[in-house]
């Protein structure tokens, strides 16, 4: 029965669950069935074909959730210091190049940054995007920006959506940017709205868009992202679904585009036309197509 539910649920998500795997599927289904009071895996599958909302609760015990603010600050300082004074410097030229044609494209859908993160877990990831961008655009509320954050879980979307964290979730967190975009209370701290008004939470089924649905919110035409975040979730799809998640990542890059991945996901597994960029001293690639007059939706 372990196998029909593993089963299941790659058809649903893409998401594998074979080999040592297997196991921890296996406990963490145990540890359900003990709070609905079910006997056997039987009874559990019986119980989900039969019950419409027990579905988001098997997909919220797939995926462990470990993560933090900052997390890879080798990132974080790229981004800030290198990527975003570059995509600074490209669009204040395409403005400039649009003064002179004949029907000039309005700055405001030039000053746009579309960001995914995918896999984002309870919001740290972008929440940290936000912040570092707030703090490295010379003129943040120049640009039109929009970091879309998505998650197959269901209840790491409510937390994230909520922006509330206890201090023992806040390491990472710079002192400078808790007191500039946190509300500290006695236990914790909340997003201030500035940060959240940036990210667009959503539920996200990366297998769904492996296989042509597009991005929550987004049209089918969508151009694709500036910059993506796809750290710590290749890991939980099979050899042959990494490469479709590669191709589909690639595909949703702008050109020009820079897409961000974990500390054990270098794409030299897989192929892809991306470049590494390698003067950032950790695992950042490019699209390196040349931007002719792409534009984010």
């Not at 895996?41 to 098997?58: F, G, I, K, T, V």
């Not at 993560?67 to 400039?96: A, H, S």
Request: aromatic share 12%; glycine share 6%.
């Amino acid at each position: 029965m372990i196998d029909t539910i593993a089963q299941y649920i790659y058809n649903r998500s893409m998401l594998s669950f074979t080999g040592h795997k297997k196991a921890v599927l296996r406990q963490r289904l145990e540890e359900r069935m003990t709070s609905l009071e079910l006997p056997n895996l039987a009874a559990y599958w019986d119980y989900m074909r039969q019950n419409s909302h027990e579905e988001p609760m098997l997909f919220d015990l797939l995926t462990t959730n470990e993560t933090f603010f900052f997390r890879n600050g080798k990132q974080f300082d790229y981004l800030r210091q290198t990527i975003v004074p570059f995509i600074e410097e490209e669009r204040g030229r395409e403005v400039i190049r649009s003064w002179g044609q004949e029907r000039p494209v309005s700055s405001q859908s030039i000053m746009k940054l579309r960001i995914l993160c995918a896999g984002c877990s309870t919001g740290e990831e972008p929440y940290s995007v936000a912040m570092t961008l707030l703090d490295a655009l010379r003129y943040p509320k120049a640009w039109d920006i929009e970091i879309l954050a998505g998650d197959i879980s269901e209840s790491c979307i409510t937390f994230a959506a909520a922006g509330y964290y206890e201090n023992t979730r806040l390491k990472g967190m710079p002192h400078s940017c808790a007191g500039k975009y946190m509300r500290r209370t006695a236990d914790g701290a909340t997003v201030q709205d500035e940060v959240k008004r940036l990210v667009r939470f959503c539920r996200l089924n990366l297998g769904n868009i492996i296989n042509g649905e597009p991005f929550p919110g987004f049209p089918p035409d969508f151009a694709g992202f500036d910059i993506i975040f796809c750290r710590n979730v290749m890991i939980y799809f099979s050899v042959e679904a990494q490469q479709q998640l590669v191709d589909t990542l690639s595909r949703s890059l702008l050109p020009g585009g820079f897409l961000f991945t974990g500390d054990a996901e270098p794409l030299h597994l897989y192929d892809h036309k991306l470049e590494a960029v390698r003067e950032a001293g950790c695992l950042i690639y490019r699209n390196a197509e040349t931007r002719k007059d792409v534009l984010s939706v």
